[in-house]
């Protein structure tokens, strides 16, 4: 019976630890973050303080994918790449590009390197919030619904 007990303990002990250590590590954002796109709709900088609305915004889109890919439509150009989730931490790394010129008035470079200096996420009104590292500023984004 002791022994029956202690091995009942065991088995039930591991499942806990099992389902805790499952629920660390990298977690997924909640709600309909993956697997979505997101169409840039305004910037926040910090040094000098100022808001900007992107014109033409569905020039300027995020997917994320559900195996930690994404793409990444920036005007004239298509960006491929990866990334991570920790908490609300959001790491973005850019891979192949296109590099094609877009015109004078693009914000293709400028999307693509405030991509590159996200620090953190967070869902705001609907909206993807995306943090600049050394507090800079942000993007926001809308969901983009396709039919």
């Not at 909640?30 to 840039?40: C, L, R, V």
């Not at 910090?46 to 930690?68: K, M, W």
């Not at 989730?85 to 400028?110: H, W």
């Not at 507090?135 to 969901?143: E, L, P, Q, S, V």
């Amino acid at each position: 019976m002791f022994q029956s007990k202690s091995f009942s303990t065991i088995i039930i002990s591991s499942l806990i630890l099992i389902t805790i250590l499952s629920a660390c590590g990298t977690q997924q954002p909640a709600g309909d973050f993956i697997d979505s796109t997101w169409q840039w709709a305004s910037l926040f900088e910090n040094e000098p303080a100022s808001q900007s609305v992107v014109p033409n915004p569905e020039n300027y889109t995020l997917t994320l994918n559900n195996d930690g890919s994404m793409n990444i439509q920036a005007d004239c150009n298509m960006v491929s790449g990866s990334y991570s989730v920790d908490g609300n931490s959001f790491t973005l790394v850019l891979g192949p590009s296109t590099m094609a010129f877009c015109g004078e008035e693009s914000l293709d470079l400028m999307f693509n390197e405030l991509l590159s200096k996200v620090e953190n996420y967070t869902i705001e009104n609907d909206q993807l919030v995306l943090n600049l590292k050394n507090d800079a500023g942000k993007m926001t984004f809308k969901k983009l619904y396709i039919d």
